[in-house]
């Protein structure tokens, strides 16, 4: 744990330091205006958002990180897996993570908005369908959607929401990096 504010836990016990490790499979959930920073090796940083519930398995074989609810974000700067992948899923989005900036809500659980702030990520639903690569220099935002048969539909385009580059700036300067907004990382 890099920081924090208000309530966390990890595994149901409430967090009253930074400096704590996380062993693979913790969860972590943080309560209203609450935050959790994770620190992965040097150049990886995470952020929990309020009301969020994450599970944690990083290990440098297999590494996943399922939102089960709320947000989280991350910039990563270097390889913490062997295979230099890491995956995110939520109720709606699969996604394989290399060195890159991005940002997940999960808005209920039939829908999650991913946003890839810097870099390029391969998106799919969590359905196993609608696969492709986000490349973007820039803030590409989609929203993941589960209809009543368990399908997933993507909407391309509903703009930039739950954050904006302060946010992501803000990680990267945590890990003495900076984001440059005029190329993919």
């Not at 696969?131 to 209809?147: L, M, P, S, W």
Request: proline share 3%.
């Amino acid at each position: 744990i890099y920081s924090y504010s208000g309530k966390v836990t990890i595994n149901t016990k409430d967090i009253t330091s930074t400096n704590l490790k996380i062993t693979a499979g913790d969860t972590i959930e943080t309560g209203e205006k609450s935050f959790c920073d994770i620190l992965i090796n040097k150049k990886t940083i995470a952020r929990i958002g309020e009301n969020s519930k994450v599970i944690f398995h990083i290990t440098p074989e297999d590494s996943f990180i399922n939102i089960e609810k709320g947000q989280f974000g991350s910039i990563s700067r270097e390889k913490f897996t062997k295979a230099g992948v890491y995956k995110i899923s939520t109720p709606t989005i699969a996604a394989a993570i290399r060195g890159t900036s991005f940002l997940v809500n999960v808005e209920n659980p039939s829908s999650s908005y991913f946003c890839v702030c810097n870099g390029t990520i391969n998106l799919s639903g969590s359905d196993g369908g609608a696969k492709e690569n986000v490349t973007a220099a820039h803030h590409i935002g989609k929203r993941f959607i589960k209809d009543a048969n368990g399908k997933i539909s993507i909407d391309d385009n509903p703009g930039l929401l739950y954050h904006g580059d302060k946010e992501i700036e803000d990680l990267a300067a945590m890990i003495n990096e900076k984001v440059d907004w005029t190329k993919p990382d």
